[in-house]
Structure formats: C-alpha cells, structure tokens
C-alpha cells in the first residue's frame, strides 16, 4: 500500500470514534505540544540510562528506548499537525515526511524503531515486544548497548531537526 492510501486509511480511522481515536487526527500545528511531546521522549531517554545500570531489570531498556523514540516522532507530528493514536499511522506519517525531505531524517533511522521486512526482530518495537510480552528478563550486554545507542542518536536527532524546525537554531 502506498505512503498516501495508508495515511488515508489512518485519517479514516481517526475519524471513526469521539473521545479515543485509534488512527489519525489532522489538528492545529502546535510548537507547544510538540515541546511537550519532546520532553517525555528526553524522560524515557533519562529513564533508559538510570535502568542501563540495573543490569538485574535491562529488559525494560527496550520498552524505554522505543517510548523515547516514539515520544520523539510524535513531537515531530504535532509540529507539522498530526495527532496519531495509532503507531503504524505515526510511522506512515514520519515516512512521508521524510520522503518529502520536511525533515532531515533518514529511513534507517525510522527503520530502527519500526518492523520492516527482514529488519522484523532486529528492530526496537520487535526487541520491546519480545521483553514486554515474553518471559524474558535478562538481555544481552551487546544488545541492551546497541539499543541505548540508537535511542540517544534518534532522540538527539529529533531534538536537532525540532530546533531547526522552531527557528531555534
């Protein structure tokens, strides 16, 4: 399905119910919600690192680093717009973006949040969705590393791409 038809299902979707939608929302660009929004992907990013020296607990490293990651996508949204209730709607979302070149992003860094073809299990949402769910409690030292390092480098490019994007840079 392309880029386009999937943000339409989305927006359909997001029309669909009153208080809680599941899909998309376009609504009234917003410099202070996408603020906000950053701010919870920097507290998940705090969390990340203070759990980074609880080896005992670093199962929940994954489900920290893909809300930080997801925070940080969702304060790219509401800066260009977009309420999404729906993580694949958010994921289409930042695709066109990038596609569109709005931001300064590439798909390998969506990439590593998302499943993707045979990027499925390697990727952060696989990795939260296997601690989370499974019985799981202790991750490999390599593995929870490789994770805290592209959860600091997609928040930080976020960050980077929201400043430009606020004329605060």
């Given at each position: 399905m392309s880029i386009k038809r999937k943000i339409e299902w989305c927006l359909k979707k997001g029309k669909t119910e009153?208080?809680?939608?599941?899909?998309?929302?376009?609504?009234?660009?917003?410099?202070?919600?996408?603020?906000?929004?950053?701010?919870?992907?920097?507290?998940?990013?705090?969390?990340?690192?203070?759990?980074?020296?609880?080896?005992?607990?670093?199962?929940?490293?994954?489900?920290?680093?893909?809300?930080?990651?997801?925070?940080?996508?969702?304060a790219i949204l509401s800066h260009f717009g977009y309420e999404s209730m729906n993580q694949e709607c958010t994921f289409t979302v930042m695709e066109q973006l990038i596609s569109e070149e709005k931001i300064s992003m590439d798909m390998d860094d969506l990439n590593s949040i998302r499943t993707i073809g045979e990027k499925a299990g390697g990727d952060t949402k696989s990795l939260r969705e296997e601690f989370q769910y499974g019985t799981k409690v202790k991750a490999e030292h390599e593995l929870v590393e490789i994770t805290a390092g592209k959860c600091e480098n997609f928040v930080k490019k976020a960050e980077g791409i929201l400043a430009l994007l606020w004329g605060e840079v």
């Open positions: 009153k208080r809680k939608h599941k899909g998309l929302r376009m609504v009234k660009p917003s410099v202070s919600d996408s603020k906000k929004y950053l701010h919870k992907a920097e507290h998940n990013l705090k969390f990340l690192k203070k759990v980074m020296g609880l080896e005992e607990f670093n199962d929940w490293i994954f489900s920290a680093a893909f809300y930080a990651m997801y925070h940080a996508c969702l």
